[in-house]
């Protein structure tokens, strides 16, 4: 599987920083402007990416009121059909959302939901696709995404192993081995618990490829911490205000708070580093302050050291603490000072001279 994928303006592997989408989903409220201040806020926020969902109620569901077709949760009472209804983006709007986007420096990409979806997002020339969880089961849309050539990124929800892995073969069957696996609980808010991001290393090692989070968990700690276990990508929802309502708005997070999860996201990806013993060269001139052999009390020479005239304290100035048992016993070469660092040169063993 590729470990180095392009989307947009940005670069995705390993050695990259975490590619931080902001999803945008239902929070528009059917609003183009405020879908237009979502964008804006999102660049001022530090995401990377803003992302679309391109269906209209009647490529994704049918109008059915049968029981099959209602929903529950946040969305009691609707159904599907009515529930995108109030969420989908109009498609007269993303070509333009796209090229606003690109304008003020962000990626913009979309999940499209059925193949006439598809067809419209290449016209407007889309850089990246993104598969739902729940459309990883769909394997001619994914088929048909795949022989596009782009990269894909898959979030994996509702997806048993088998369904990842025929998820998987069959873009690698079109030729298209830029894959992004994103770890993914198709909850709305998912529950902590329900979480496990310890899959996010095991599905790169599993598949080999780029792994990441789309993350419908309240707050960032979820988001934050998977940058330790691998995650390279990290989408959440994204809106103004929850205040304003919406079908996302619930589990959606708040400029502010986006602001915050970027924030601690790059201080983690500082922190991480790398597998190694050795001290930076910061580090290396902070081992100063640790602790070393002194002279705690003015010696005569030939007076014997004692526990109570020398002491392991700090500085690191002196000898090494190692040494302090073999010190013990042995006798001044000249007067020495109380703060004198310990040298070979002010010792004298006379257990060498036996």
Known sequence: MKKE?????????????????????????????????????AKEAGADAIKLQTYTPDTITLDCDSEMFKTGGLWEGMTLHQLYQTAYTPWEWQGKLIKYANEIGLDCFSSPFDPTSVDFLE???????????????????????????KPMLISTGIAHLEDIDLAVRTCLEEGNNQIILLKCVSSYPAPYEDMNIRGIPLIAETFDCI??????????EVSVASIALGAKVIEKHFTLRRADGGPDAAFSMEPEEFRRMTDQIRNVEKALGRKTFDLTEKQEKERIGGRSLFVAEDIKQGEIFTE??????????????KFYDQILGCSASVDLKKGTPLEWKYIVDHRLDS
């Open 308 to 321: 109570k005239n020398i002491r392991s304290v700090r500085p690191g100035h002196g000898l090494h603490t």
């Open 5 to 41: 994928i392009q989307i947009g303006t940005h670069i995705i592997s390993n050695e990259n920083p975490t590619y931080i989408i902001a999803e945008m989903s239902g929070n528009h409220n059917s609003d183009y402007h405020r879908a237009i201040k979502i964008i804006d806020a």
């Open 211 to 220: 792994s990441g989070l789309s993350d419908h968990t309240l707050g960032s």
């Open 123 to 149: 016209e407007i020339k889309v850089p990246a696709y993104k598969i739902a969880s729940f459309e990883i089961v769909d394997i001619p849309l994914i088929r048909k995404i795949a022989r596009l050539g």
